[in-house]
């Protein structure tokens, strides 16, 4: 019986683990404000000779850790 018991509390605390992982979905950001301002950074430096291969904006939260990398 007290082997029963043990080998369902293990399996309850394995499954609890599993699935309490948290899952970070990444938004795109809709503000017309900071679009603008993106916009305008863009515009600079294609000016300047540059030529941007990929732009993505997303909502950033605090306590989330989002690498960003730079050539």
Known sequence: MKKC???????????SALFSQHVIRMQPCQNPGIENQADSIKQLIT?????????????MESDY???????
């Open 5 to 15: 018991v043990f080998i369902t509390v293990i399996f309850i605390s394995i499954c």
């Open 47 to 59: 000016n300047d000779g540059f030529e941007l291969l990929k732009a993505s904006s997303i909502t």
């Open 65 to 71: 850790e989002m690498p960003v990398i730079v050539p």
